[in-house]
């Protein structure tokens, strides 16, 4: 009996496991990549369609990849695009992360459905939410409602946030980071997931490790007995965040474990690094937003912690959504650092000691692993789920690259515009370079979208919209000052007088 969708990608250029233990990838070139249902069932040279309804596609000078997996992303940040390109880590708080205080649920509709679309155009097929935005139940419900409508795979990372109480004459959050309201929804929704057909699965996302013990482990035992796909944090030490080591007060807590997604670990100790190690944890660099804001150099070529390492793009309201970008970024920036360390001792590099398929690992089967998805998605293999990105070879950027070498091309030659084509669960999302439309699901919802089958312009406009409502608000409300709300911040984080400069 045939399945209810089969694609058949023909004539490809595939990039497969190679088998070896640094898990690079190998190009098969005239091959073919047959879909059935959800799942990858052949590949193999010169297939034919297996059933009548089989949709071939001629993919003659492209290439098929595996999709990318972005481990850390604020989705619902849409609106707030364009704010943060001056902006450090002190600047970014009050006007990006707090901002949710300004969103209603349908804003966090319409912000969490753009950001998803946005990484799906990237070609990014799963995304770990660290969705700290978490000022009702409504939030979360319209939040999921949108993941599941865009089709891309995700695991919404359930945030407890420190949330806003008054903007004026001073910037004060709620003394309740943890309300019961929060835990309750948090166990509810765990043991109802998956939605959207298996895509979106819950995980926790968790910051405020300052809490007493009884609290902290009270939440990680609760999550996890409901079945929470993995438990993640931020940890950046430094003059904002402090420098202490929230690794130390993990394994104090007895909560290492395996499930454990470290976004940044930006200067974490050597002790930390082998901490994670043992309790094979997992760690998300996000270059671009370490980097600008001043978070350190990103730690995913470290020796200790490279082989549980992953990228993140973190703020697609401060940079794109792009896992490629931050490959090359994360890449050559890695390659610099250690030129410089050469030219200091006036000696230089006969070889690269970091190279294109190590970044290409991360981004794919590494991103998987630190998903705890490893088995389902990231490499391209018989029986596992169809989550693949199609790149047009032959397109400026990408001719001749690609004949030479098909990864080096995707890292250094390719943009956004040059995916073709984007596959998630068997479904296209992507198709000749556009956006394919969606079907929205709000059922569980007080969302009211004007239609129930939504081109990317439909979104487009409801997101301006949406925007100019909460820069209204936000002007109201901050007054533009900036420098006042960095002030509070620093007095509620105890930031020392002279560490801000």
Same mark, same amino acid.
């Given at each position: 009996?045939?399945?209810?969708?089969?694609?058949?990608?023909?004539?490809?250029?595939?990039?497969?496991?190679?088998?070896?233990?640094?898990?690079? !990838?190998?190009?098969?070139?005239?091959?073919?990549?047959?879909?059935?249902?959800?799942?990858?069932? +052949?590949?193999?040279?010169?297939?034919?369609?297996?059933?009548?309804?089989?949709? !071939?596609?001629?993919?003659?000078?492209?290439?098929?990849?595996? /999709?990318?997996?972005?481990?850390?992303?604020?989705?619902?940040?849409?609106?707030?695009? /364009?704010?943060? $390109?001056?902006?450090?880590?002190?600047?970014?708080?009050?006007?990006?992360?707090?901002?949710?205080?300004?969103?209603?649920?349908?804003?966090?509709?319409?912000?969490?459905?753009?950001?998803?679309?946005?990484?799906?155009?990237?070609?990014?097929?799963? !995304?770990?939410?660290?969705?700290?935005?978490?000022?009702?139940?409504?939030?979360?419900?319209?939040?999921?409602?949108?993941?599941?409508?865009?089709?891309?795979?995700?695991?919404?990372?359930?945030?407890?946030?420190?949330?806003?109480?008054?903007?004026?004459?001073?910037?004060?959050?709620?003394?309740?980071?943890?309300?019961?309201?929060?835990?309750?929804?948090?166990?509810?929704?765990?043991?109802?997931?998956?939605?959207?057909?298996?895509?979106?699965?819950?995980?926790?996302?968790?910051?405020?490790?300052?809490?007493?013990?009884?609290?902290?482990?009270?939440?990680?035992?609760?999550?996890?007995?409901?079945?929470?796909?993995?438990?993640?944090?931020?940890?950046?030490?430094?003059?904002?965040?402090?420098?202490?080591?929230?690794?130390?007060?993990?394994?104090?807590?007895?909560?290492?474990?395996?499930?454990?997604?470290?976004?940044? $670990?930006?200067?974490?100790?050597?002790?930390?690094?082998?901490?994670?190690?043992?309790?094979?944890?997992?760690?998300?660099?996000?270059?671009?937003?370490?980097?600008?804001?001043?978070?350190?150099?990103?730690?995913?070529?470290?020796?200790?912690?490279?082989?549980?390492?992953?990228?993140?793009?973190?703020?697609?309201?401060?940079?794109?959504?792009?896992?490629?970008?931050?490959?090359?970024?994360?890449?050559?920036?890695?390659?610099?650092? #250690?030129?410089?360390?050469?030219?200091?001792?006036?000696?230089?590099?006969?070889?690269?000691?970091?190279?294109?398929?190590?970044?290409?690992?991360?981004?794919?089967?590494?991103? $998987?692993?630190?998903?705890?998805?490893?088995?389902? !998605?990231?490499?391209?293999?018989?029986?596992?789920?169809?989550?693949? &990105?199609?790149?047009?070879?032959?397109?400026?950027?990408?001719?001749?690259?690609?004949?030479?070498?098909?990864?080096?091309?995707?890292?250094?030659?390719?943009?956004?515009?040059?995916?073709?084509? &984007?596959?998630?669960?068997?479904?296209? #999302?992507?198709?000749?370079?556009?956006?394919?439309?969606?079907?929205?699901?709000?059922?569980?919802?007080?969302?009211?979208?004007?239609?129930?089958?939504?081109?990317?312009?439909?979104?487009?406009?409801?997101?301006?919209?949406? #925007?100019? +409502?909460?820069?209204?608000?936000?002007?109201?409300?901050?007054?533009?000052?900036?420098?006042?709300?960095?002030?509070?911040? $620093?007095?509620?984080?105890?930031?020392?007088?002279?560490?801000?400069?």
């Amino acid at each position: 009996m045939a399945p209810n969708t089969s694609i058949l990608l023909q004539n490809a250029t595939i990039l497969v496991p190679s088998g070896k233990k640094d898990e690079s !990838v190998i190009p098969l070139r005239e091959h073919s990549l047959l879909i059935e249902g959800n799942r990858i069932t +052949r590949i193999a040279p010169r297939l034919i369609a297996p059933w009548p309804t089989t949709e !071939v596609i001629d993919c003659t000078g492209k290439i098929v990849s595996p /999709g990318f997996i972005d481990t850390h992303n604020h989705v619902w940040q849409s609106q707030l695009k /364009g704010r943060h $390109a001056d902006h450090t880590l002190i600047e970014y708080i009050p006007t990006g992360s707090m901002q949710a205080y300004n969103y209603t649920p349908e804003d966090i509709f319409w912000g969490q459905l753009g950001g998803c679309l946005e990484a799906l155009d990237a070609g990014t097929t799963t !995304v770990v939410d660290h969705a700290h935005m978490n000022y009702s139940p409504e939030n979360n419900t319209a939040a999921i409602a949108a993941t599941v409508s865009s089709g891309i795979r995700s695991i919404f990372g359930y945030a407890f946030v420190a949330r806003v109480k008054e903007w004026q004459p001073r910037l004060t959050v709620n003394s309740s980071l943890v309300p019961d309201w929060a835990v309750k929804q948090v166990e509810e929704l765990t043991k109802a997931a998956p939605f959207g057909d298996g895509r979106v699965q819950l995980g926790l996302a968790f910051d405020a490790l300052f809490l007493p013990k009884e609290i902290v482990a009270d939440l990680y035992d609760k999550c996890r007995r409901a079945g929470a796909k993995l438990v993640t944090s931020h940890y950046a030490r430094g003059a904002v965040f402090g420098q202490h080591s929230i690794i130390d007060v993990l394994d104090g807590y007895g909560l290492l474990g395996p499930d454990l997604l470290i976004s940044h $670990a930006t200067n974490m100790t050597d002790a930390d690094g082998e901490k994670l190690k043992r309790a094979r944890a997992s760690v998300s660099s996000t270059p671009d937003t370490e980097l600008q804001m001043g978070l350190g150099y990103p730690v995913c070529f470290r020796n200790d912690v490279k082989a549980i390492s992953s990228f993140g793009v973190d703020c697609h309201a401060n940079n794109g959504s792009s896992i490629i970008m931050q490959m090359r970024l994360a890449l050559q920036a890695e390659r610099g650092r #250690r030129n410089k360390a050469l030219i200091l001792q006036g000696k230089a590099a006969r070889h690269q000691s970091i190279t294109a398929q190590e970044v290409f690992r991360l981004g794919t089967i590494g991103g $998987a692993r630190a998903a705890k998805m490893q088995d389902e !998605v990231g490499s391209l293999e018989e029986d596992k789920l169809a989550d693949i &990105v199609i790149f047009d070879a032959l397109s400026p950027a990408m001719v001749c690259a690609a004949e030479q070498d098909p990864v080096a091309a995707i890292i250094f030659h390719s943009s956004i515009g040059d995916i073709d084509t &984007v596959i998630v669960d068997g479904q296209i #999302r992507k198709r000749g370079g556009k956006l394919a439309s969606i079907d929205v699901d709000v059922s569980d919802t007080n969302i009211k979208p004007a239609k129930s089958r939504l081109e990317w312009s439909d979104v487009a406009k409801e997101l301006l919209k949406s #925007r100019q +409502r909460i820069n209204e608000l936000d002007e109201k409300r901050l007054s533009g000052d900036i420098e006042r709300a960095v002030d509070d911040l $620093a007095m509620a984080f105890q930031i020392g007088e002279g560490s801000l400069v």
